[in-house]
Protein backbone atom coordinates (compact mmCIF):
# COMPACT_ATOMS: atom_id res chain seq x y z
CA UNK A 1 0.00 0.00 0.00
CA UNK A 2 2.69 2.20 1.38
CA UNK A 3 4.51 1.50 -2.20
CA UNK A 4 1.67 2.37 -4.08
CA UNK A 5 0.92 5.48 -2.57
CA UNK A 6 4.79 6.51 -3.24
CA UNK A 7 4.52 5.38 -6.80
CA UNK A 8 1.50 7.22 -7.18
CA UNK A 9 3.13 10.33 -5.35
CA UNK A 10 6.63 10.49 -7.53
CA UNK A 11 4.14 10.38 -10.87
CA UNK A 12 2.71 13.41 -9.26
CA UNK A 13 6.01 15.22 -8.88
CA UNK A 14 7.28 14.35 -12.04
CA UNK A 15 4.21 15.70 -13.93
CA UNK A 16 4.00 18.75 -11.90
CA UNK A 17 7.97 20.03 -12.62
CA UNK A 18 7.99 20.37 -16.30
CA UNK A 19 4.61 22.78 -15.95
CA UNK A 20 6.76 24.30 -13.49
CA UNK A 21 9.73 24.91 -15.68
CA UNK A 22 7.64 26.16 -18.25
CA UNK A 23 6.11 28.67 -16.25
CA UNK A 24 9.82 30.03 -14.55
CA UNK A 25 10.67 30.23 -18.37
CA UNK A 26 7.55 32.27 -19.90
CA UNK A 27 8.17 34.62 -16.90
CA UNK A 28 11.81 35.24 -17.42
CA UNK A 29 11.10 36.04 -20.75
CA UNK A 30 8.24 38.05 -19.92
CA UNK A 31 10.47 39.96 -17.44
CA UNK A 32 13.37 40.42 -20.62
CA UNK A 33 10.98 41.29 -23.00
CA UNK A 34 9.91 43.76 -20.27
CA UNK A 35 13.12 45.31 -19.93
CA UNK A 36 13.52 45.85 -23.74
CA UNK A 37 10.78 47.63 -23.79
CA UNK A 38 11.91 50.08 -21.23
CA UNK A 39 14.98 50.72 -22.94
CA UNK A 40 13.34 51.48 -26.33
CA UNK A 41 11.00 53.60 -24.08
CA UNK A 42 13.68 55.00 -22.79
CA UNK A 43 15.59 55.37 -25.65
CA UNK A 44 12.77 57.17 -27.11
CA UNK A 45 12.34 59.29 -24.49
CA UNK A 46 16.63 60.06 -24.57
CA UNK A 47 16.15 60.83 -28.71
CA UNK A 48 12.52 63.06 -28.08
CA UNK A 49 14.86 65.24 -25.44
CA UNK A 50 17.79 65.29 -27.65
CA UNK A 51 15.04 66.94 -30.65
CA UNK A 52 13.43 69.32 -27.91
CA UNK A 53 16.89 70.40 -26.22
CA UNK A 54 17.98 70.67 -30.99
CA UNK A 55 14.80 72.76 -31.59
CA UNK A 56 15.40 75.35 -29.17
CA UNK A 57 18.98 75.80 -29.64
CA UNK A 58 18.16 76.52 -33.11
CA UNK A 59 15.14 78.61 -31.98
CA UNK A 60 17.47 80.49 -29.58
CA UNK A 61 20.40 81.00 -32.85
CA UNK A 62 17.11 82.24 -34.68
CA UNK A 63 16.11 84.35 -32.58
CA UNK A 64 19.71 85.56 -32.37
CA UNK A 65 20.22 86.02 -35.97
CA UNK A 66 17.29 87.97 -36.12
CA UNK A 67 18.28 90.36 -33.49
CA UNK A 68 21.79 90.79 -34.85
CA UNK A 69 20.11 91.36 -38.35
CA UNK A 70 17.71 93.90 -36.66
CA UNK A 71 20.82 95.70 -35.03
CA UNK A 72 22.99 95.89 -38.10
CA UNK A 73 19.59 97.32 -40.34
CA UNK A 74 19.08 100.00 -37.42
CA UNK A 75 23.41 100.68 -37.84
CA UNK A 76 22.61 101.25 -41.51
CA UNK A 77 19.47 103.25 -40.81
CA UNK A 78 21.53 105.79 -38.97
CA UNK A 79 24.48 105.61 -41.12
CA UNK A 80 22.07 106.57 -43.95
CA UNK A 81 20.50 108.95 -41.70
CA UNK A 82 23.62 110.44 -40.99
CA UNK A 83 24.93 110.83 -44.58
CA UNK A 84 21.73 112.32 -45.19
CA UNK A 85 22.03 114.85 -43.11
CA UNK A 86 25.51 115.34 -44.12
CA UNK A 87 24.29 115.67 -47.81
CA UNK A 88 21.26 118.05 -47.07
CA UNK A 89 24.22 120.72 -46.72
CA UNK A 90 24.31 122.99 -49.48
CA UNK A 91 27.68 124.36 -51.07
CA UNK A 92 26.95 127.93 -50.92
CA UNK A 93 26.70 127.62 -46.75
CA UNK A 94 29.76 125.12 -46.38
CA UNK A 95 32.86 126.47 -44.80
CA UNK A 96 35.12 127.93 -47.69
CA UNK A 97 32.32 127.75 -50.28
CA UNK A 98 32.25 131.68 -50.45
CA UNK A 99 35.33 131.38 -52.80
CA UNK A 100 34.56 131.07 -56.43
CA UNK A 101 37.55 131.76 -60.11
CA UNK A 102 38.00 135.56 -61.46
CA UNK A 103 39.82 136.15 -64.16
CA UNK A 104 43.09 136.73 -62.32
CA UNK A 105 42.75 133.71 -59.85
CA UNK A 106 41.54 130.11 -60.45
CA UNK A 107 39.78 128.85 -57.22
CA UNK A 108 38.01 125.88 -55.97
CA UNK A 109 36.80 124.09 -53.02
CA UNK A 110 36.01 120.47 -51.30
CA UNK A 111 35.64 118.73 -48.37
CA UNK A 112 37.19 114.85 -47.09
CA UNK A 113 35.90 112.98 -44.20
CA UNK A 114 37.66 111.08 -41.74
CA UNK A 115 38.37 109.94 -37.81
CA UNK A 116 41.64 111.38 -38.29
CA UNK A 117 41.08 115.29 -38.24
CA UNK A 118 44.42 115.96 -40.69
CA UNK A 119 43.54 113.37 -42.84
CA UNK A 120 40.42 114.68 -43.46
CA UNK A 121 42.02 117.97 -43.86
CA UNK A 122 44.66 115.99 -46.12
CA UNK A 123 41.91 114.66 -48.14
CA UNK A 124 40.17 117.93 -48.82
CA UNK A 125 42.97 119.41 -50.02
CA UNK A 126 43.47 116.33 -52.48
CA UNK A 127 39.81 116.55 -53.79
CA UNK A 128 40.47 120.63 -54.02
CA UNK A 129 43.04 119.81 -56.82
CA UNK A 130 40.95 117.46 -58.47
CA UNK A 131 38.09 120.23 -58.55
CA UNK A 132 40.36 122.58 -60.44
CA UNK A 133 41.91 120.64 -62.58
CA UNK A 134 37.90 119.59 -63.86
CA UNK A 135 37.22 122.86 -63.53
CA UNK A 136 40.16 124.29 -66.06
CA UNK A 137 39.32 120.66 -67.90
CA UNK A 138 36.23 121.72 -69.00
CA UNK A 139 36.74 125.28 -69.90
CA UNK A 140 39.66 124.40 -72.04
CA UNK A 141 38.08 121.48 -73.50
CA UNK A 142 35.38 123.71 -74.54
CA UNK A 143 37.47 126.63 -75.61
CA UNK A 144 39.34 123.70 -77.65
CA UNK A 145 36.50 121.95 -79.74
CA UNK A 146 34.98 125.83 -80.49
CA UNK A 147 38.53 126.40 -82.45
CA UNK A 148 38.66 123.28 -83.93
CA UNK A 149 34.74 123.57 -85.51
CA UNK A 150 35.67 127.06 -86.24
CA UNK A 151 39.10 125.95 -88.14
CA UNK A 152 37.05 122.35 -89.62
CA UNK A 153 34.70 125.24 -91.37
CA UNK A 154 37.94 127.16 -92.83
CA UNK A 155 39.04 124.11 -93.59
CA UNK A 156 42.50 123.96 -92.35
CA UNK A 157 41.54 121.85 -88.50
CA UNK A 158 40.70 118.68 -88.16
CA UNK A 159 37.76 117.29 -85.13
CA UNK A 160 38.74 116.91 -81.85
CA UNK A 161 39.69 113.26 -81.32
CA UNK A 162 38.71 111.37 -77.71
CA UNK A 163 42.60 110.91 -77.77
CA UNK A 164 43.45 114.90 -77.85
CA UNK A 165 40.22 115.20 -75.26
CA UNK A 166 42.61 112.92 -73.41
CA UNK A 167 45.66 114.09 -73.63
CA UNK A 168 44.42 117.66 -72.95
CA UNK A 169 43.54 116.22 -69.58
CA UNK A 170 46.04 114.56 -68.87
CA UNK A 171 48.44 118.06 -69.26
CA UNK A 172 45.64 119.80 -67.03
CA UNK A 173 46.13 117.09 -64.35
CA UNK A 174 49.42 117.19 -64.44
CA UNK A 175 49.98 121.20 -64.69
CA UNK A 176 47.99 121.63 -61.19
CA UNK A 177 49.83 118.00 -59.64
CA UNK A 178 53.04 120.35 -60.39
CA UNK A 179 52.33 123.52 -59.52
CA UNK A 180 54.01 124.97 -56.66
CA UNK A 181 52.07 128.59 -56.68
CA UNK A 182 48.77 127.27 -55.11
CA UNK A 183 47.45 128.50 -52.05
CA UNK A 184 44.71 127.76 -49.19
CA UNK A 185 42.80 130.17 -48.86
CA UNK A 186 40.01 128.37 -46.13
CA UNK A 187 41.11 125.71 -43.91
CA UNK A 188 37.94 124.36 -41.60
CA UNK A 189 36.57 121.58 -40.13
CA UNK A 190 33.21 120.37 -38.37
CA UNK A 191 32.85 117.07 -36.78
CA UNK A 192 30.24 114.77 -35.73
CA UNK A 193 29.18 111.54 -34.14
CA UNK A 194 28.73 107.82 -36.30
CA UNK A 195 28.60 105.12 -34.76
CA UNK A 196 29.89 106.44 -31.23
CA UNK A 197 32.88 108.00 -33.08
CA UNK A 198 33.82 111.28 -34.00
CA UNK A 199 33.92 111.92 -37.65
CA UNK A 200 35.76 115.21 -39.00
CA UNK A 201 34.86 116.96 -42.07
CA UNK A 202 37.70 118.68 -43.33
CA UNK A 203 36.88 122.19 -45.44
CA UNK A 204 39.75 123.49 -47.88
CA UNK A 205 39.43 125.99 -50.29
CA UNK A 206 42.44 126.56 -53.26
CA UNK A 207 43.67 129.21 -55.40
CA UNK A 208 46.51 129.71 -58.04
CA UNK A 209 47.42 132.63 -60.59
CA UNK A 210 45.56 131.92 -64.10
CA UNK A 211 48.57 132.89 -65.77
CA UNK A 212 50.76 129.87 -63.29
CA UNK A 213 48.02 127.19 -64.81
CA UNK A 214 46.90 128.42 -67.98
CA UNK A 215 50.40 129.97 -69.95
CA UNK A 216 52.61 126.15 -69.55
CA UNK A 217 48.92 124.38 -70.42
CA UNK A 218 48.81 126.68 -73.61
CA UNK A 219 52.26 126.51 -74.23
CA UNK A 220 51.79 122.49 -74.20
CA UNK A 221 49.35 122.39 -76.91
CA UNK A 222 51.04 124.37 -79.10
CA UNK A 223 54.05 122.47 -79.35
CA UNK A 224 51.50 119.22 -79.71
CA UNK A 225 50.99 119.40 -83.27
CA UNK A 226 46.84 117.94 -83.03
CA UNK A 227 46.30 120.07 -80.15
CA UNK A 228 47.76 123.34 -81.24
CA UNK A 229 45.14 126.15 -81.57
CA UNK A 230 45.07 129.20 -83.97
CA UNK A 231 45.70 131.77 -81.25
CA UNK A 232 47.97 133.63 -79.42
CA UNK A 233 47.78 133.13 -75.56
CA UNK A 234 46.51 136.35 -74.78
CA UNK A 235 43.36 135.56 -76.47
CA UNK A 236 43.25 131.77 -75.43
CA UNK A 237 43.42 133.44 -71.73
CA UNK A 238 40.67 136.17 -73.00
CA UNK A 239 38.27 133.34 -73.83
CA UNK A 240 38.86 131.80 -70.68
CA UNK A 241 38.28 134.34 -68.71
CA UNK A 242 34.80 134.77 -70.85
CA UNK A 243 34.03 131.46 -69.82
CA UNK A 244 34.62 132.11 -65.77
CA UNK A 245 32.99 135.27 -66.06
CA UNK A 246 29.60 133.34 -67.83
CA UNK A 247 30.39 130.69 -64.65
Known amino acids: MKTQFYIVLLSLLFGVAPIYAQTRKDIKEAETERWKQQQRQEAEISELRHDIRKANLLSEQAAMNAQIDAQKKAEERAKEKAREEAAKEVVDNMPCGEYFSTKEVLRAMAFGEDYDQQFAIDIARSEAQYALASQISSYVQALHSHYNKSSRISGSGRPTSRESSSRIEQMINTSVDQAIGYRIICRKSTSYI ?49 MLSQN
Not at 198 to 219: M, S, T
Open 194 to 242: LDGEKLYKGYVAIEIDADEILQPLYDGMQADQELELDLDYERFKAELEK
